[in-house]
């Protein structure tokens, strides 16, 4: 005989229950075998029975990645159909979601998702569960120095390390400056150890998870590691003249020198130096210069500091069209015209022996262009020259 498929109930001794799920662990699974012993004194007979109870739908959910970094999303996908009633729990914690949830863990570690359908043709509960563990690297870097001579040697450790994790240390010359350097490591090793003079350097370090999780990368940056940015620079020059030709003057400064005993010795590349932390230089001829600096500490170690930016001091040169003769009762104009990029301040007169200027003797400075006019020369028939100077 087969019953109807639901409600079902099943006979355990002399009673009756009612579930959803109705099955020995003997019995093969989508039925129930009940056995009526018969008895002789009734005249009955033994009958066994076999009760056809319903299979609901289990719930089943999919997850795109199980071993996903800190803060990334995962997506969580129901896998199975005819089912109503969905409740995503994380870590017992109910979570928003319909068939399908996405969820972006926030913690280091193994969490539990579960999800709780109802079938719903038999209206029967169930639950499944799985797990993700979550991991990005979370370093916690600890720097030793030691000095050796005039040098310095550096050892950085990884204190929160796990086993597997991988590094690449790169070391970045901020003054004086110089290319980066890719430090020699193990790739699994938390610490590292190198030898540097006085500077400035900053210690790029990027650390990738063991394993499925090599792709949870973090970067940090250690900044200043010998802490001399205040005490080395950086340095720089600020022209104190707006048009650089000579003479041109020049202002050095080192920013925020700190620290007592500490010398500074310029060098301006045109064969004179000068000392301090503030200090300014003129140049007196055109040309490129290229200054450096050394900077001397109270153990006598010194660190020298390349040029940062070359100076630039050009020549001036003016190109003058007058008449070279001018007679009794003439006037002359005089055009000058310099070299760019410069452009003409000041024009001064400078007559010849030959002339003697007198009191109607005049000048003046055309706006456009820039010129000389020349009343009457007190002097008849006098040959002169016009020399000139600019600034």
């Known amino acids: 005989m087969v019953l109807p498929l639901a409600p079902l109930r099943h006979v355990d001794g002399d009673s009756w229950h009612h579930g959803c799920r109705v099955a020995l662990p003997e019995d093969p699974p989508g039925y129930l075998e009940v056995q009526l012993e018969g008895d002789q004194g009734t005249c009955s007979d033994d009958q066994t029975m076999q009760v056809v109870f ?9 997850i795109d990645d199980a071993t996903p970094c800190l803060g990334q999303e995962v997506e969580f996908t129901e896998m ?3 089912v109503t009633g969905h409740v995503w729990t994380v870590d017992g914690v109910p979570a928003p979601g319909a068939h399908n949830m996405a969820h972006t863990f926030i913690a280091n570690g193994i969490h539990e998702v579960c999800l709780s359908i109802i079938d719903a043709q038999y209206n029967c509960p169930d639950t499944s569960c799985l797990t993700v563990e979550v991991y990005t690297p979370l370093p916690a870097f600890e720097v030793s120095i030691s000095p050796l001579g005039c040098e310095y040697i550096i050892t950085v450790c990884d204190t929160s390390t796990l086993a597997g994790n991988s590094y690449i240390y790169t070391l970045h010359y901020i003054f004086p400056q110089g290319p980066s350097q890719v430090l020699p490591a193990n790739n699994s090793n938390p610490c590292v150890s190198f030898t540097v003079g006085a500077g400035v350097y900053d210690l790029e370090i990027e ?57 500074y010795l310029w060098d301006f590349d045109d064969g004179t130096g000068g000392g301090g ?10 040309g490129t210069y290229c200054p450096t600096l050394q900077v001397v500490f109270p153990n006598q170690c010194d660190a020298f500091f390349p040029c940062v930016d070359p100076i630039v001091v050009l020549p001036y040169s003016v190109e003058a069209a007058y008449d070279s003769i001018i007679c009794a009762a003439d006037t002359t104009l005089v055009e000058f015209t310099a070299a ?18 007198g009191p109607p003797w005049s000048f003046s400075l055309h706006p456009q262009p820039a010129a000389l006019l020349l009343p009457p020369a007190p002097t008849p028939n006098a040959l002169m020259r016009i020399p000139y100077r600019s600034r």
């Open 340 to 357: 760019a990029p410069f452009g003409i301040g000041s024009i001064a007169f400078l007559p010849s022996a030959a002339v003697t200027p």
């Open 80 to 82: 199975v159909g005819g």
């Open 54 to 62: 319903p299979v609901p739908a289990a719930s089943s959910f999919g």
């Open 277 to 286: 932390a503030m200090t300014s230089h003129c140049y007196a001829g055109p």
């Open 207 to 263: 650390v990738g998870g063991p394993g499925a999780w090599s792709n949870c990368i973090v970067v940090d940056t250690l900044e200043d590691l010998l802490g001399l940015a205040d005490v080395l620079g950086p340095w720089s020059w600020e022209p104190a003249d707006s048009v650089n030709c000579a003479p041109y003057c020049v202002e050095f400064e080192v920013f925020n020198p700190l620290a007592a005993g500490i010398t």
